[in-house]
């Protein structure tokens, strides 16, 4: 059975992971007769929102591990752990926290830099030429792993495809449904909530990311 990591940033969309998108790629990875592991930063969250009024809450301080082992049911590892040659595939889904706890895209756009273990990880599957999945936001990561010229989409946001293509990137415009693959590096990526105005939508995309993922396993 193919092992695939997924890298989660928290929980809950304006802070962490987005809770859709981890819990359908999950599910994919599953469909898909594989198995995965969680892994997470063990580091303070950029901030916390509020999710019911959308606020930043001031004074509170939260865990990216201690939070994404809510969506993990517990089962989750610091990203600190991860060993790529435990594994066949790396899969990121989004929500603000790939971008303001993975790395500070969020907050520095053109200028961003990747958490350090994060990339660490991340880099290793890509030079061991094992393929990954980004989902959402996350894929604003992939020119931070992959270097100049990595196709990569965030759909169709014109300013966050610029953001994108600034970090060394080659944004594709991408429809919800779809993914983005770039062959050479064997990194894909899909829209979902960038995109997506439902659950139903968001996981349309995703589904075929993680099969195209485990199928290049």
Do not use: W
């Not at 594709?172 to 960038?194: I, N």
Request: with cysteine; hydrophobic share 45%; net charge negative.
């Amino acid at each position: 059975m193919k092992k695939v990591a997924i890298i989660l940033s928290g929980s809950g969309v304006f802070d962490g992971s987005e809770i859709h998108e981890a819990v359908i790629t999950m599910l994919s990875v599953e469909q898909n007769q594989a198995s995965y592991q969680c892994f997470a930063p063990d580091v303070a969250q950029l901030h916390v929102v509020n999710h019911l009024t959308g606020e930043v809450s001031e004074g509170e301080s939260r865990n990216v591990l201690v939070e994404s082992a809510r969506i993990a049911r517990g089962e989750i590892k610091a990203v600190t752990e991860l060993n790529v040659d435990d594994f066949d595939a790396l899969l990121l889904p989004g929500g603000f926290g790939a971008a303001k706890n993975l790395c500070d895209f969020a907050v520095k756009g053109a200028d961003a830099s990747m958490n350090s273990d994060v990339l660490n990880a991340c880099k290793a599957f890509a030079n061991a030429g094992k393929p990954a999945g980004y989902i959402c936001i996350s894929p604003a990561m992939i020119p931070m792993v992959y270097g100049q010229g990595a196709k990569a989409t965030i759909g169709t946001d014109v300013d966050t495809a610029a953001g994108v293509n600034a970090l060394g990137g080659e944004h594709v415009d991408c429809p919800v449904s779809e993914f983005v693959f770039d062959e050479q590096r064997k990194v894909v990526s899909t829209p979902a909530y960038m995109l997506a105005g439902n659950i139903s939508q968001a996981a349309q995309g995703i589904s075929k990311l993680v099969k195209k993922v485990i199928e290049l396993a």
